[in-house]
């Protein structure tokens, strides 16, 4: 039972025969791969693609996975049961009780068993192979004539009458087992080519998974190293928060103490002046004037120094110390220095134009962080580093590392910003930064956006607002890219090529003026 049940699920539900070279869809069903690639091949233009078991719809035709473990399988099962597996031939002569077949007769078209194979005819004619049930397909259909030859024109097995009056009569023909042995040694040397490109590809199989692996790994890491170094901000911030708080607090507390005691004496003083008010009161509505005039003077009354006191006392009280709540504050910038070497070790260094490149309609600023448009001739000196055209190249070259800087583009409309080689032409139609294999660039024309390498363009959204691009440069990697660091940044292209020199950066100017802005960025990610 066991054993029929094994056997069921060997079975496609295409052809509903033992599997032959399975494969298996994203599903996870296995069918033929030929059985599979018909049924595909029939919903080619329909829009879709369905899987014949489970009906599910794939929009792309979906790529086949050799099922390596299920091809095992059965081979491992055909191999144990090859008699049960096979089609059994029956002897042609044997009706009463069938008897399998010994050998086939080409001529007779009939199988016989050994008993009928004896009193069988031993003429040439009569051409016997192993037992098969095609011998229609081993005669010409127009001369029912066995095969005898291989026509090489018209690559078809012929039988005699063919070759001597039929279509193929003079044409170059073979003996079959001469032709079938040339085949077979070019299907030897194809075979021997596709072993060696099937061992290529699964080099290349492993080393991309041995890639996948370590980016997997990699991005493990990373997550790791990001995860900490938020939690360990959240506690900081956390911390902080605390601080703050309870400076505030202790504060408040202190002035409030203040303010309490001051309002404490003022109470006092209060009832002080309500009941000399009221010895006032007495004395102005006294009748007897000599009681009246016995009494001090009203001067006396007023305490007018205790007064000046409680307001020196108020105007000196201390407000909360804004000032050393905000240097707590500024702990913040500890944090987020943390954030910049919790991963990576940055390093800032200012990129400057190098005026000796400049074309002559090209204006550098005194701090060289700004190239310009000029419509009078700045006469520089003739010298092989200066550009014919109006771009400027930086002083410093990045041979190694990773690199961003960026450029404030929003006071021209046609720009150029990129990088290029040193050796690249100073002059002529090549020298343009992106006209050439040695420089790479992104600009602006006709408010259209667009990068380009060695006079490859490829055209941008025309919806990018684009006032300030970043350029990175991953050199190991031979990575360039731009991004249009707009809200949210948007990436704009990345080129991918061997670096085989150090870099300039590169800018150029139609109208207006671009400018650097700020330093580049260089970092390294610490192990």
């Known amino acids: 039972m066991a054993s029929a049940d094994v056997r069921q699920e060997l079975d496609c539900s295409i052809c509903l025969s033992i599997y032959t070279d ?15 690639h018909r049924v595909l091949d029939t919903q080619e233009g329909a829009g879709a693609y369905i899987c014949p078991e ?7 035709r979906p790529a086949l996975q050799r099922n390596i473990t299920l091809c095992n399988i059965v081979g491992s099962f055909l191999s144990t049961r090859p008699d049960q597996e096979k089609t059994v031939i029956l002897c042609t002569y044997c009706v009463d009780s069938p008897v399998p077949a010994a050998k086939s007769c080409l001529l007779c078209e009939a199988s016989l068993c050994d008993k009928h194979l004896r009193v069988h005819s031993k003429s040439a004619e009569h051409v016997l192979c192993d037992p098969t049930t095609a011998l229609e397909n081993r005669k010409c259909s127009v001369h029912k004539e066995l095969f005898r030859y291989y026509c090489t024109e018209d690559s078809a097995c012929i039988c005699v009458s063919c070759s001597l009056a039929g279509k193929h009569w003079g044409h170059n023909v073979e003996m079959l087992d001469e032709a079938s ?10 075979l021997q080519k596709l072993t060696t490109e099937r061992a ?15 980016d997997q790994g990699k991005a493990a890491d990373v997550t790791e190293t990001v995860t900490a170094l938020f ?3 959240r506690r900081q911030l956390e911390d902080l928060e605390k601080r703050v708080l309870s400076e505030i607090s202790r504060q408040e507390q202190r002035v409030s103490l203040s303010v309490s005691d001051l309002i404490q004496q003022l109470e006092i003083k209060k009832d002080e002046v309500s009941g000399k008010m009221r010895h006032i009161e007495e004395l102005c509505n006294m009748s007897d004037p000599v009681t009246v005039l016995q009494e001090p003077d009203t001067g006396d009354l007023c305490d007018t120094e205790d007064t000046e006191t409680h307001d020196t006392q108020r105007k000196n009280m201390r407000d909360l110390d804004v000032g050393l709540i905000s240097e707590t504050l ?11 070497t919790g991963i990576y070790v940055q390093e800032a260094t200012d990129l400057l134009l190098d005026v000796t490149t400049a074309g002559n309609n090209v204006h550098i600023s005194g701090d060289r962080k700004t190239a310009s448009w000029s419509d009078i001739n700045q006469n520089h000196p003739v010298t092989p580093e200066r550009f014919q055209w109006p771009q400027v190249i930086s002083t410093r070259v990045f041979s190694s590392g990773r690199h961003y800087w960026e450029v404030d583009v929003s006071k021209s409309l046609w720009w150029m910003v990129g990088m290029c080689y040193p050796s690249i032409d100073r002059r002529g139609d090549q020298s343009d930064i992106g006209h050439n294999n040695k420089s790479w660039c992104a600009f602006r024309c006709d408010n259209r956006y667009t990068v380009r390498h060695n006079s490859t363009l490829i055209h941008l959204p025309d919806n990018i607002p684009c006032d300030r691009v970043r350029v990175y440069l991953d050199y190991e990697a031979g990575q360039l890219s731009f991004y249009s660091l707009c809200d949210p940044i948007r990436h704009l292209h990345t080129y991918t090529a061997a670096l085989t020199e150090p870099l300039h950066a590169a800018l150029w100017v139609m109208d207006g003026y671009i400018t650097i802005c700020g330093v580049v960025r260089s970092w390294e990610k610490l192990p």
């Not at 494969?23 to 059985?35: A, I, K, Q, S």
Request: hydrophobic fraction near 25%.
């Open 22 to 36: 399975p494969v298996t869809l994203r599903c996870g069903h296995n069918f033929c791969r030929v059985c599979i």
């Open 181 to 190: 042995e040339k085949k077979k040694e070019k299907l030897r040397d194809v």
């Open 231 to 233: 939690r360990d901000i």
């Open 200 to 214: 290529e590809t699964e080099k290349r199989v492993q080393s991309l998974q041995e890639r996948r692996r370590e």
């Open 54 to 60: 489970c009906r599910a719809v794939c929009q792309e």
């Open 330 to 340: 500024h702990t913040l910038s500890d944090i987020i220095t943390g954030i910049n």
